[in-house]
């Protein structure tokens, strides 16, 4: 079975940076495409961005394209997503998922994804 951990969530001001960490255990890494996701209170989750198993292809919603980034490190089996120029918009939980790769389309909905972490905070204040 398929564990997501996710960590690297905080307070930050906007502006600012943070870097979300996921770290995946009980399969191999390397054959699963990862994304993530996030949730504002009272609202629903949305995609953020998704990268292929080998990590060469990346897709991200327009809202934070061009300030996050996502990578993987599949030697440490961590998927990350680096947030810059943070807006106060930003602040919702963010999760982790994943699902296993069936060709090069990255996908951006909820329902592709088989795998889920608990999620982490993320705050930015004005």
């Known amino acids: 079975q398929v564990q997501l951990v996710e960590s690297g969530g905080g307070l930050v001001q906007a502006g600012g940076s943070l870097r979300l960490s996921c770290g995946f255990s009980g399969r191999t890494f390397n054959v699963y495409d990862m994304g993530w996701f996030r949730q504002p209170p009272g609202k629903d989750r949305d995609f953020v961005a998704a990268?292929?198993?080998?990590?060469?292809?990346?897709y991200y919603a327009d809202s934070v394209k061009g300030r996050f980034t996502i990578s993987r490190d599949n030697a440490k089996s961590t998927t990350y997503l680096q947030m810059n120029s943070l807006k106060p918009e930003d602040t919702a939980f963010y999760y982790c998922?994943?699902?296993?790769?069936?060709?090069?389309?990255?996908?951006?909905?909820?329902?592709?994804?088989?795998?889920w972490g608990q999620g982490t905070q993320v705050t930015v204040s004005s």
């Open positions: 990268i292929s198993w080998s990590g060469s292809s990346t």
């Open positions: 998922a994943a699902k296993p790769s069936k060709g090069p389309a990255l996908s951006g909905l909820l329902a592709g994804y088989d795998y």
